[in-house]
């Protein structure tokens, strides 16, 4: 990891989780032991109405919190319907040191890596069921309520675990939107860094 990313991870690490948020969280670490003490593939789809910010960077941060932890997970997002990867999603995982190469213009294709050799994860806004997220033997974690209570059955999925964020889409066009874009950012790294490191 560069430096940004480094740092920024040393404070995010030191971020306090109440026992409210770590009981929501324990599904999820359930989830995952199970799979490795089944020795089968951790799978997680991570996702929110349009896929363009919460699922992007809890998935972006799972992923990179199961590379630090060495572990083999595959993170997705996804969903209900299709519009963009907000582009202050991607300014926020900028500023905290994640490198970003973008490809296209409309819904276009962000690579994102935490280190400069690590497998870029592929960003953009899809559906749930896209063809690039698994179909079988994966957790589905709806991190918003809407696309929680607006797609009551996922197909293929083992397990539907509710892991919900506050939107930051509340602050666009406003002095705040840069903090609370970065404040939730750091704080499904810091939950995502938990579950990896108790599984």
Known sequence: MNNTLNENLESILSLEISEERKAILQPLIEFIKSKREKEQAIRLNFICTHNSRRSQFSQIWAQTAADYFQLAAQCYSGGVEVTACNERTV????????????????????????????????????????????????????????????????????????????????????????????????????EMFYVFSRV
């Not at 179909?135 to 797609?151: K, L, P, Q, W």
């Open 91 to 190: 300014a926020s995982l900028e500023r905290m040191g994640f490198i970003v190469s973008k490809h296209g213009h409309s819904n276009p294709i962000y690579f994102v890596l935490h280190t400069e050799d690590s497998r870029p994860i592929n960003v953009f806004s899809k559906l749930y069921d896209d063809v690039i997220n698994p179909h079988t033997g994966f957790a589905t974690v709806m991190t918003c309520s809407h696309a929680d209570e607006n797609c009551p059955f996922i197909p293929g999925a083992e397990a539907r675990i509710p892991v919900r964020y506050e939107d930051p889409k509340a602050f666009d066009d406003t002095d705040q939107e840069a903090a609370m874009y970065d404040e939730r950012s750091r704080q499904i790294a810091s």
